[in-house]
């Protein structure tokens, strides 16, 4: 059975299985990140963002389109993105059903974030 969204994380510890299209958004804290699940598992890996967006794109090719970095802290799936407020200057993703989680993101990450959105629109 093949999974082309199924991801894993080895550790000395530890082997962690992660459906990307369940993820919503990676969080970085030094060199580890939390994987933040649409059903609020959170998984910590020991790989900072830089690496995690390389690892991403080298196991997921066209998924890892799916996913933009926002400022030093955050990975997010744009497929979940729900709502840009540059005012309050929160990020907020859900899938309208299960989850919604709101981010603090600067008000100019989240200006470069709306324009993607826009123009992948067209």
């Known amino acids: 059975m093949t999974n082309s969204n199924l991801v894993y994380f080895n550790s000395r510890d530890e082997l962690l299985r992660i459906d990307l299209s369940n993820v919503v958004y990676i969080e970085a804290d030094g060199n580890i990140t939390e994987v933040v699940c649409a059903n609020k598992l959170k998984a910590p890996v020991s790989m900072n963002l830089a690496a995690m967006e390389q690892f991403l794109s080298k196991q997921t090719g066209e998924l ?13 799936n744009l497929t979940t993105i729900y709502r840009i407020n540059l005012r309050l200057q929160k990020l907020t993703l859900s899938d309208n059903d299960r989850f919604v989680y709101q981010l603090d993101i600067s008000k100019e990450a989240l200006k470069k974030l709306r324009e993607l959105m826009l123009e992948l629109r067209k």
Do not use: C, E, M
């Open 64 to 76: 890892a389109r799916s996913f933009v970095r926002i400022g030093k802290r955050y990975i997010v």
